[in-house]
């Protein structure tokens, strides 16, 4: 199981173009072929944060003359776009390599709770990064929630549920095991709940992918799960004179570092939590990396590895 973040496509400081995502997803499944050359069966998800937080703006701008969507129809739309990103860059990088494998897209809803906390108080970074004076402006012009992400960069936040189910799991799973190539859960899903009537229901808010993607993980039964992220590896004190770079750790003692408080809750933090749960129902190992050190995290030289108790 592979979590893509958002920023592999829509990189810090650029316009965002479309030019831009299909360079950078090139660029992504560079790192993201090696699996193939291992023969990996593969599922993948991605983060649509700069992606949706576009298109949230986008409404904004143009609010007056043009109905807004809801904030999980937003959701929908980018599993689409950047599904077709990836699938057609994959399927392309697949022809070059000369192997016949197929690659799908599948738009995902995930249910969740619609009495979740996350959906009373926003907490998931959308959009682009801001200063605190420009994310201000923005808040006040178009009634933003905002948080500081990193020092002096300011982003807007929106509900964000945990995943409870992932549907569709029984389809990703077979194809998976015949060796499709699924992109699915983008964006960590589509919110979803059960109405009072047994009916589904879409929900305004987005889902953590990474979540998602330790979710997805227990559906497939992967035995890894790969968060491609944009930093080479986790540090405890990151940013400190402190800071120590973790290449090998076990679940239960990156438990107790995360229970204190160690890792930055709108960051690194969910991936920690997502990689806790995938090992405690799931899986023989988490890697977190970035796409240049796919190759050599694979040979155990980079990234790093949170494992099971032996």
């Not at 969507?69 to 392309?92: D, E, R």
């Not at 400190?240 to 973790?246: F, L, V």
Request: charged share 25%.
């Amino acid at each position: 199981m592979i979590a893509m973040g958002g920023n592999s496509l829509s990189q810090k400081g650029e316009a965002g173009e479309i030019k831009q995502q299909f360079a950078h997803t090139r660029h992504a499944l560079e790192g993201i072929s090696q699996f193939i050359l291992r023969d990996y069966n593969i599922c993948i998800n991605h983060g649509n944060g700069p992606q949706v937080g576009n298109e949230l703006l986008r409404m904004n701008l143009t609010y007056k003359k043009i109905p807004p969507l809801p904030l999980g129809i937003c959701v929908a739309a980018t599993q689409g776009t950047i599904g077709y990103m990836i699938q057609q860059s994959l399927q392309n990088k697949l022809r070059d390599m000369n192997i016949n494998r197929e690659v799908v897209t599948l738009v995902t809803q995930v249910i969740v709770d619609p009495k979740d906390p996350g959906l009373i108080k926003p907490k998931k970074f959308v959009g682009p990064r801001y200063t605190k004076e420009k994310a201000n402006e923005l808040s006040k012009l178009f009634d933003w929630k905002i948080r500081e992400q990193e020092p002096n960069k300011w982003r807007r936040v929106v509900p964000s549920p945990m995943p409870e189910y992932i549907m569709h799991g029984k389809s990703i799973k077979a194809l998976v095991d015949r060796g499709t190539i699924v992109i699915a859960s983008g964006g960590g899903g589509i919110p979803v709940f059960n109405n009072n009537d047994g009916h589904l229901e879409g929900i305004d808010a987005v889902i953590d992918k990474d979540y998602s993607a330790a979710k997805m993980g227990r559906i497939i039964k992967a035995n890894e799960l790969w968060i491609i992220t944009d930093v080479d590896n986790i540090f405890l004190n990151f940013g400190t004179s402190k800071q120590e770079k973790i290449v090998s750790i076990t679940k239960n003692k990156l438990e107790k570092y995360f229970n204190n408080g160690e890792f930055q809750k709108g960051s690194i933090g969910p991936k920690i939590k997502a990689a806790i749960h995938f090992l405690k129902y799931q899986g023989e190992r988490v890697i977190i990396t970035s796409i240049p050190c796919i190759k050599k995290a694979l040979d155990g030289n980079a990234g790093t590895t949170i494992r099971n108790e032996a």
